[in-house]
């Protein structure tokens, strides 16, 4: 069969991507999500254009931000590509030094600092870090040829500027059961069968992050398999609108204000996260896009190394953490609060604990290592004590933001009823703090607060703080796999004059 004639579920990814228009700009992207006929489930119903949609359209605004960022601060968010020679948006770029990785966090940081929010797009850059050194790695145990066919995939990619999303985390079933004893077998997405062509695979992917504005997933295992678990252990790169896939989207806090009038309420009326189920219901992958298939041995490797560059990216949190601070210092101000020695003191703790998670997401890029591939990796110990920060700091940062913000933050009234023809004086009257400070700009913060610790914006600024990248014991798991505490105990022993 020539390249004419294939069925589009055969096409490969160089030819389908070389058909699509380069993304460059924000805009850009926002078109290349358009028309593209995604089954998508809200409210009980299928959106016919989810781009339009008042509720999806700010995780697609958090994702064009990548775009723009890439334009007005290349520095920051391009790198050279030795892929393809040329420069490439750094959310597609395999990093090769330390370097690689630390200017990535600081990216990821100004990213937070512009959208308050999770924008979605690094889950797929470290999914691609860690598919280049696995596909290697296996290659050479097994003979396989699974890193030329990712090379082919992430040039063409690279290319074409698209979105990817991670799609590891399996529904699981009952979590006291490994794939094959669950009672259903689609607990965990796995091979159904395998043809002349490719393989066809079921199950789904939770809480995906971006899972709709992806233009292709990786679908890859959750956990280490065994050999009963061999058509568990697939990885896979499928195009987002792939027959057979359908989208069903979560629900946020407080998600329904984006069908509101008005914007004061809805805190960051740009600016949102996205997680979907992405069900696969017998979804085709060729042969060309499949890279492992049954190598069950290599999938515990596979999330360790994606959990220590993920877990790094999490100083996503610190650029939502600076927002949190600065908002928290301005309602003090607005309050007439900010010469108050607590408050100065709650800033500085605020400060204190964002930057104790920089500290550690960081120090695990600047102490990065060379993999066989040539991919550059995280120093996981101290991605996993980032990623364990912000399980807990981001909490307690928004404590403090309530606290300074004070019990308004919960009983502000409607934006509707500050414009209602009587309540709207009497509300602007009460509700106003110091007297040359707007009662609006002092309604916005209280929102933004609300927003970020209540509403939208608190799953990406705590939940997925908490469970994203692995629930808070799946870091204690690691941390304590490499304490290396008998090295530990004979640093004691040794100095305490104990000889054996
Ligand atoms: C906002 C958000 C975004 C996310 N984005 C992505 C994404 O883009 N791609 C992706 O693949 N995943 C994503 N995740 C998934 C994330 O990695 C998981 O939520 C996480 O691994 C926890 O899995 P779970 O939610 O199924 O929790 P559960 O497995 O139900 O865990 C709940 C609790 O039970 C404990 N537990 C579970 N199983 C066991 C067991 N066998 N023994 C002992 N204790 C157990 C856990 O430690 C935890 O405390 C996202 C999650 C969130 C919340
Ligand atoms: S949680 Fe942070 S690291 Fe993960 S995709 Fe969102 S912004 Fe990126």
């Known amino acids: 069969m020539n390249a004419e ?61 990548t775009y723009d960022l890439a334009i007005s601060d290349p520095d920051l968010a391009t790198a050279h590509s030795p892929i393809i020679d040329a420069p490439v948006n750094r959310f597609l770029h395999i990093p090769t030094s330390s370097e690689d990785l630390v200017t990535k966090n600081r990216m990821q940081r100004r990213m937070g600092q512009i959208t308050g929010t999770c924008f979605q797009r690094c889950a797929g850059l470290d999914t691609v870090s860690v598919l280049h050194s696995i596909t290697y790695d296996i290659d050479q145990k097994h003979g396989t040829a699974y890193h030329r066919r990712f090379l082919d995939f992430l040039a063409a990619a690279q290319r074409a500027n698209i979105i990817i999303g991670a799609g590891m985390t399996d529904p699981k079933g009952d979590r006291s059961k490994r794939p094959h004893e669950q009672a259903d077998p689609d607990m965990f997405l796995h091979v159904t069968r395998r043809t002349e062509r490719g393989i066809y695979v079921t199950g789904a992917k939770a809480h995906m992050t971006g899972g709709l504005n992806s233009h292709w997933i990786a679908v890859m295992p959750t956990m280490n398999l065994g050999e009963e678990d061999s058509d568990y252990a697939v990885v896979g790169l499928v195009p987002g609108d792939a027959e057979g896939i359908s989208y069903i989207y979560g629900r946020q806090s407080c998600d329904a204000r984006a069908f509101e009038a008005g914007e004061i309420d809805k805190g960051n009326a740009r600016f949102g996260g996205q997680e979907t189920l992405t069900v696969f219901d017998d979804v085709f992958i060729p042969w060309e896009h499949v890279l492992m298939d049954g190598e069950y041995e290599f999938a515990q490797e596979m999330v360790s190394r994606f959990t220590a560059y993920h ?75 980032c990623k364990h920060n912000v399980t807990r700091f981001p909490y307690e940062i928004s404590r403090m933001a309530q606290d300074i913000a004070g019990g308004i933050v919960v009983t502000l009234p409607s934006e509707a009823d500050f414009e209602h023809e009587i309540a709207g004086p009497i509300l602007k009257k009460y509700m106003k703090g110091k007297d040359d400070i707007p009662v609006e700009h002092r309604q916005r913060m209280l929102r933004l607060i609300e927003n970020m610790t209540l509403g939208r914006n608190a799953v990406g600024y705590l939940t997925e703080s908490l469970h994203g990248a692995g629930s808070p014991q799946a870091q204690r798991i690691q941390i304590a796999r490499q304490m290396d505490a008998e090295g530990k105990k004979k640093l004691a022993r040794d100095l305490a004059g104990i000889r054996d």
């Not at 078109?31 to 989810?50: H, I």
């Not at 999490?314 to 900010?338: F, P, Q, R, S, W």
């Open 5 to 65: 004639t294939k069925h589009p579920r055969e096409e490969s990814a160089k030819a389908r991507l070389d058909r699509m228009p380069s993304i460059r700009t924000g805009d850009d992207y926002v078109d290349s999500l358009r028309n593209r006929g995604v089954t998508v489930y809200l409210f009980g119903e299928t959106v016919a254009e989810p781009v339009d949609n008042p509720m999806i359209r700010p995780s697609i605004n958090a994702l064009k931000a």
């Open 311 to 385: 877990r790094a990216s999490y100083v996503c949190k610190t650029g939502l953490g600076d927002v949190m601070v600065g908002a928290a210092a301005a309602i003090a101000e607005m309050n007439g609060a900010e010469k108050a020695s607590h408050i100065k003191d709650k800033l500085v703790e605020m400060v204190h604990l964002n930057e104790t998670i920089f500290s550690s997401g960081i120090a695990s890029s600047h102490e990065a290592k060379p993999l066989p591939s040539g991919a550059w990796m995280n120093d996981s110990m101290l991605s996993n004590v």
